[in-house]
């Protein structure tokens, strides 16, 4: 999963803002909108996780914990008196049933398995780049992430730099989330560059 921050101000702490969240040790979630309803979807992410775990003794599959919060996030748009949440998700993990998956919910409760997807204002833009280049990406991490890299620098209005990217991985091998450092994210910037 890869996001690109947008800090509206430089008197904003750089790492203070964070758009992926570790759920369990083999899901994440990206968001794009309301920050503040992100906290709750996510919260609620985690403790549906850890009912599953406790209740069942095995980790919820990817698709499992995306019905629900997608199922969440559609009663709050039936009840009166509540708002819908102001939030989409792109949820990735990789379960022991199926592998790596990936999942988008919007706020209406609806939710949808990709390949490849994008999520925020600049999504249209990065789906239509990623449609055009999706045959081409590699089997590889690294090919992977400079996909990513590449989108972003698609649609961006200023040079890339560590302080807007956030990137984590979930291998298949490990099954765990991993944060990539600034100084990670700094070579494949230099890289992209090249």
């Not at 209740?55 to 039936?78: H, S």
Request: charged letters at 25%; glycine letters at 6%.
């Amino acid at each position: 999963m890869a996001v690109q921050k947008r800090l509206h101000t430089t008197l904003i702490e750089k790492d203070m803002v964070k758009k992926i969240f570790a759920i369990d040790d083999h899901l994440a979630v990206a968001i794009a909108g309301l920050t503040a309803d992100a906290r709750i979807l996510v919260n609620q992410a985690r403790i549906q996780a850890q009912i599953h775990r406790i209740t069942y003794n095995e980790e919820i599959t990817v698709e499992g914990l995306t019905r629900r919060i997608a199922d969440l996030k559609q009663m709050y748009t039936q009840h009166a008196g509540v708002r819908p949440f102001g939030v989409s998700l792109l949820i990735a993990g990789c379960d022991e049933v199926i592998g790596p998956q990936l999942y988008m919910t919007e706020p209406s409760g609806s939710y949808w398995g990709y390949r490849a997807a994008a999520i925020g204002s600049t999504a249209p833009t990065i789906i239509e780049y990623l449609e055009g280049e999706y045959k081409e990406i590699a089997e590889t991490l690294e090919d992977g992430i400079l996909s990513a890299m590449k989108a972003f620098n698609y649609v961006s209005d200023s040079p890339l730099n560590e302080d807007m990217i956030e990137i984590a991985v979930i291998s298949k091998e490990l099954r765990h989330l991993v944060y990539l450092k600034s100084e990670d994210i700094i070579k494949y910037v230099n890289e992209l560059k090249e």
